[in-house]
């Protein structure tokens, strides 16, 4: 199984940028998604996530009405489109699938991509 993160940048303030996680080696479709990141310093905060395969989504309070994700079963990939990007959103994003258990919570995911460096300047 792989997951392969891309898409990461260096933006300014107010830009956009389009993340991408590709399955590989997977039945795609049978996992919930989602997107943590890591800032320096910080520890793993998750982003956004399906409560189940394309399912209802939940966004944390910092990127909501900012951030969408969206996934493409024929394609095995699921994409984070960011909007209005702040500095605050610099971090180290992680695409992650998961089977079952709270969607918020590292722990429950089973797979994890490599990780993609956001990093927003002002």
Known sequence: VQLQASGGGLVQAG???RLSCAA???SFSSYSAAWFRQAPGKEREFVVGERWS???TYYADSVKGRFTI???NAKNTVI???N???V???AVYYCALRRSGNLHAPENYDYWGQGTLVTVSS
């Open 24 to 26: 590989s080696g997977i």
């Open 15 to 17: 830009d956009a940028l």
């Open 70 to 72: 969206s996934r493409d």
């Open 84 to 86: 209005s990007l702040k």
């Open 80 to 82: 984070l489109a960011m």
């Open 54 to 56: 394309g399912g209802s």
């Open 88 to 90: 605050e959103d610099t």
